[in-house]
């Protein structure tokens, strides 16, 4: 059975820095594209960032390029969120998403609150 969980979630102030993990059992990913994903209150989920089997691939939504950096490693089958200068509209529920045609898993999500 395949479990995505996520941790390292918290309150920060903002300008603060939080690290976030997802552990992945169950099945390997390394060839697949990790994603993090969040929802805030009250709005949709919106994607955060996405890097590829490799780990060579990275892509980030443009509210977050700059300050947040995703990566993995694949020997422990895990995917990190480093997030620096974090500002109170980061505030939102964090998921670690990994998908394909065939599949579809994602965490329970980790709380992150950016206070001002």
């Known amino acids: 059975q395949v479990h995505l969980v996520e941790s390292g979630g918290g309150l920060v102030q903002a300008g603060g820095s939080l690290r976030l993990s997802c552990a992945a059992s169950?099945?390997?990913?390394?060839?697949?594209?990790m994603r993090w994903f969040r929802q805030a209150p009250g709005k949709e989920r919106e994607f955060v960032a996405a890097?590829?089997?490799?780990?060579?691939?990275?892509d980030y939504a443009d509210s977050v390029k700059g300050r947040f950096t995703i990566s993995r490693d694949n020997a422990k089958n895990m995917v990190y969120l480093q997030m620096n200068s974090l500002k109170p509209e980061d505030t939102a529920t964090y998921y670690c998403?990994?998908?394909?045609?065939?599949?579809?898993?994602w965490g329970q999500g980790t709380q992150v609150t950016v206070s001002s």
């Open positions: 998403a990994v998908y394909s045609a065939q599949y579809e898993y």
């Open positions: 169950g099945r390997t990913f390394s060839a697949s594209t």
């Open positions: 890097i590829s089997g490799s780990g060579r691939g990275t």
